[in-house]
Protein backbone atom coordinates (compact mmCIF):
# COMPACT_ATOMS: atom_id res chain seq x y z
CA UNK A 1 0.00 0.00 0.00
CA UNK A 2 3.11 2.28 -0.12
CA UNK A 3 2.54 3.16 -3.22
CA UNK A 4 -0.72 4.70 -2.70
CA UNK A 5 1.56 7.86 -0.54
CA UNK A 6 4.09 8.88 -3.03
CA UNK A 7 3.12 12.28 -3.00
CA UNK A 8 2.67 14.36 -0.18
CA UNK A 9 -0.13 16.95 -1.53
CA UNK A 10 -1.18 18.51 -4.55
CA UNK A 11 1.69 20.66 -5.67
CA UNK A 12 3.85 17.83 -4.44
CA UNK A 13 2.92 15.57 -7.18
CA UNK A 14 2.44 18.40 -9.69
CA UNK A 15 5.86 19.48 -9.21
CA UNK A 16 7.13 16.13 -9.69
CA UNK A 17 5.31 15.11 -12.50
CA UNK A 18 6.41 18.04 -14.58
CA UNK A 19 10.09 17.73 -13.62
CA UNK A 20 10.10 13.89 -14.24
CA UNK A 21 8.11 14.71 -18.00
CA UNK A 22 9.57 16.48 -21.13
CA UNK A 23 6.33 15.29 -22.92
CA UNK A 24 4.20 17.55 -19.97
CA UNK A 25 6.19 20.57 -20.18
CA UNK A 26 6.39 20.60 -24.26
CA UNK A 27 2.86 19.99 -24.13
CA UNK A 28 2.30 23.33 -21.64
CA UNK A 29 4.22 25.44 -23.53
CA UNK A 30 2.74 24.69 -26.98
CA UNK A 31 -0.61 24.66 -25.96
CA UNK A 32 -0.37 27.41 -24.17
CA UNK A 33 1.21 29.56 -26.97
CA UNK A 34 -1.37 28.30 -29.43
CA UNK A 35 -4.26 29.50 -26.81
CA UNK A 36 -2.49 32.99 -26.10
CA UNK A 37 -1.48 33.63 -30.05
CA UNK A 38 -4.86 32.52 -31.46
CA UNK A 39 -6.30 35.96 -31.06
CA UNK A 40 -4.17 37.97 -32.09
CA UNK A 41 -2.95 36.20 -35.23
CA UNK A 42 -6.61 36.39 -36.19
CA UNK A 43 -7.10 40.09 -35.61
CA UNK A 44 -3.95 40.49 -37.72
CA UNK A 45 -5.54 38.46 -40.31
CA UNK A 46 -9.05 40.54 -39.96
CA UNK A 47 -8.31 43.71 -38.60
CA UNK A 48 -10.35 45.19 -35.86
CA UNK A 49 -13.94 43.70 -35.59
CA UNK A 50 -16.89 45.20 -34.58
CA UNK A 51 -18.98 44.11 -31.74
CA UNK A 52 -20.93 40.95 -33.23
CA UNK A 53 -19.37 40.62 -35.98
CA UNK A 54 -17.47 37.07 -36.41
CA UNK A 55 -14.16 36.80 -38.87
CA UNK A 56 -14.80 34.24 -42.05
CA UNK A 57 -14.01 30.32 -41.75
CA UNK A 58 -10.74 31.20 -44.00
CA UNK A 59 -9.48 33.46 -41.17
CA UNK A 60 -9.98 31.20 -38.22
CA UNK A 61 -8.70 27.99 -40.15
CA UNK A 62 -5.12 30.53 -40.75
CA UNK A 63 -5.26 32.06 -37.54
CA UNK A 64 -5.08 28.59 -36.14
CA UNK A 65 -2.51 27.05 -38.27
CA UNK A 66 -0.54 30.18 -37.92
CA UNK A 67 -0.79 29.63 -33.92
CA UNK A 68 -0.20 25.91 -34.23
CA UNK A 69 2.99 26.12 -36.49
CA UNK A 70 4.49 28.82 -33.76
CA UNK A 71 3.44 26.25 -30.83
CA UNK A 72 5.07 23.28 -32.25
CA UNK A 73 8.21 25.59 -33.68
CA UNK A 74 8.58 26.75 -30.00
CA UNK A 75 7.74 23.75 -28.45
CA UNK A 76 9.56 21.28 -30.32
CA UNK A 77 13.13 21.85 -29.92
CA UNK A 78 12.96 22.25 -25.66
CA UNK A 79 11.58 19.05 -25.97
CA UNK A 80 14.46 18.02 -27.77
CA UNK A 81 17.04 19.56 -25.44
CA UNK A 82 15.11 18.26 -22.70
CA UNK A 83 15.32 14.81 -23.74
CA UNK A 84 19.34 14.82 -24.65
CA UNK A 85 19.93 16.04 -21.24
Not at 46 to 53: D, F, H, I, V
Not at 55 to 75: D, F, R, T, Y
Request: hydrophobic content about 40%; some cysteine; charged content about 20%.
Amino acid sequence: MDFIFRYRDYAHSSVRTAKGSPGLQRQCINAGLRVGLYAPIRDLFTGELAPGENPSLLAKIGAGMMSGAIGISVANPTDVVKIRL
